[in-house]
């Protein structure tokens, strides 16, 4: 990051004593009899300087905030809100605070908070980026900033990322069906062409052409804050009743898909077989149960977490690009057992 301004530095160009300007920042001016009007010029000085009353002396006397910023698509997601809660502890560990916010994949928003957070002189950023936010990331890595991307990654830029094997997830689910019995599997997606999603796509379309089978995918247009009715799903089945078994890309796409077929009345575990990417507090208290695709959650903040520690280390900034790709793990349950 650009060299924050020490207090011999803010000393040196308002001509006061270093004792003056940390007197001022800690409080202690009545104690060391500093008048009002030096008073004011320092804290004007700091303040224009965008740092914030409660943080100045910390970040003068360290160059550090200890604040770490992180950026996820919807906190209210159980995945995003279990991420964080565990990058936050480990964080905690290391002695940094950890401020975060939903940026619901709008490109202003994710441009707003980025700006917000560098004006709280955050130490690093965690962020999953929404297509678009290309030229604010790219900011952030031209002004050497510590990031490290997760969940998804931006193609055109050279990146810290920690990742999971999407493709990889949804071809090892299609093995399963198949050797389950299933042979026409159906995949509902969303239609973001966020690198995550489209690796999933890619993952189900790879294994249906090895085999010489037909495709059969519905993508639905979603944003986040909308909500997914199940008769888009409902009209789909009924539509490809050679279907016998369904692979959905999020566990909430998957929880629509369970009342859509509810609907239409048909029994999951005689009709269908069920996979669901990305596990579910829920899913095992089904009747089936159902099977999904589970992200280590904990490897993942884990990565997260000490990527970002070592690039924040001024002498490992210029170090080569660090990329994580974790695995992530079939859990079969009922909804898969013919």
């Excluded at 698509?73 to 002695?95: D, G, L, M, W």
């Excluded at 030229?135 to 997760?150: A, G, H, N, S």
């Excluded at 085999?211 to 199940?230: Q, R």
Aim: with cysteine; charged share 25%; proline share 3%.
């Amino acid at each position: 990051m650009k060299k924050r301004k020490s207090i011999t530095d803010i000393a040196r160009e308002l001509n006061v004593a270093i004792s003056t300007v940390s007197a001022v920042l800690n409080g202690k001016t009545e104690e060391r009899r500093i008048g009002e009007a030096t008073k004011k010029r320092v804290l004007d000085y700091t303040l224009n300087a965008g740092y914030k009353p409660n943080q100045i002396a910390r970040s003068l006397r360290t160059g550090k905030s200890n604040i770490i910023g992180m950026l996820v698509e919807e906190i209210a997601n159980p995945f995003f809100a279990e991420i964080t809660s565990k990058v936050e502890k480990k964080a905690a560990q290391h002695n940094y605070e950890l401020i975060y916010s939903s940026t619901e994949n709008d490109v202003n928003k994710i441009d707003r908070l980025i700006t917000t957070y560098k004006n709280r002189q955050v130490d690093g950023f965690i962020i999953a980026p929404t297509i678009g936010s290309e030229k604010k990331i790219k900011e952030l890595i031209e002004d050497k900033t510590p990031l490290v991307l997760f969940d998804r990654y931006l193609p055109t830029l050279a990146t810290n990322n920690v990742l999971i094997n999407n493709f990889n997830g949804i071809y090892i689910a299609m093995e399963h069906l198949k050797k389950s019995g299933y042979m026409n599997i159906g995949f509902i997606s969303t239609n973001s062409r966020q690198t995550n999603m489209q690796d999933r796509l890619s993952g189900y379309r790879s294994f249906v052409n090895e085999h010489n089978w037909d495709a059969s995918i519905l993508e639905i247009d979603f944003k986040i804050g909308d909500t997914i009715k199940p008769s888009v799903i409902s009209k789909y089945l009924l539509k490809n009743l050679q279907l016998d078994a369904l692979i959905f890309s999020t566990n909430y796409i998957a929880l629509c898909g369970l009342s859509a077929l509810q609907q239409i009345q048909k029994s999951i575990s005689k009709t269908y077989g069920i996979i669901s990417f990305d596990d579910n507090t829920h899913f095992d208290l089904f009747k089936p149960s159902i099977t999904t695709i589970a992200q280590p959650i904990e490897d993942i903040a884990e990565g997260i977490i000490q990527t970002l520690l070592l690039k924040m280390k001024e002498e490992n900034y210029n170090s080569p690009i660090i990329t994580k790709t974790f695995e992530p793990k079939l859990i079969i349950r009922e909804s898969t057992k013919k």
